[in-house]
C-alpha cells in the first residue's frame, strides 16, 4: 500500500538545523512532484516547498527561502528538507505530500513535529 512516513523531526534551538525525511513506497516515486507542509497550532496548513518529478525545479515559500532546501533522491524514493537557521516561528508538525496532476492522485504523511525554542 502507499506509505509516505517522515523522519526527522525534534526539537532544536534557534539557529539550529534539522534535515527532515520522508520515504516513500507503494506508488511510482518518480513520476509524482513532492512537497513539504507545515501546520502550526491554530494556523492553516501551508505549503513551505515544492519540487518536480525529476527535481529540476523547486519553490519555497517567501519565509523560509535562503534557510529551507528542498531535494529528493528518486533511487532512494526519499524527498528532503533540509531546514538551517531555524526560528520559532518555524514551529508546527511538517507533512510531506506527492501529487500526480495529470491522474489527480495525492497522498499525505503522517507528520513530524518540529520545535524550535530555546
Known amino acids: 500500500q502507499v506509505q509516505l512516513v517522515e523522519s526527522g523531526g525534534g526539537l532544536v534551538q534557534p539557529g539550529g538545523s534539522l534535515r527532515l525525511s520522508c520515504a516513500a513506497s507503494?506508488?511510482?516515486?518518480?513520476?509524482?512532484?513532492m512537497s513539504w507542509h507545515r501546520q502550526a497550532p491554530g494556523k492553516e496548513r501551508e505549503l513551505v516547498a515544492a519540487?518536480?518529478?525529476?527535481?529540476?525545479?523547486?519553490n519555497y515559500v517567501d519565509s523560509v527561502k535562503g534557510r529551507f532546501t528542498i531535494s529528493r533522491d528518486n533511487a532512494k524514493n526519499t524527498v528532503y528538507l533540509q531546514m538551517n537557521s531555524l526560528k520559532p516561528e518555524d514551529t508546527a508538525v511538517y507533512y510531506c505530500?506527492?501529487?500526480?496532476?495529470?491522474?489527480?492522485?495525492?497522498?499525505w504523511g503522517q507528520g513530524t513535529q518540529v520545535t524550535v525554542s530555546s
Open positions: 507503494g506508488f511510482t516515486f518518480s513520476f509524482y512532484a
Open positions: 519540487i518536480t518529478s525529476a527535481g529540476g525545479s523547486t
Open positions: 505530500k506527492a501529487v500526480r496532476a495529470l491522474i489527480g492522485r495525492e497522498y
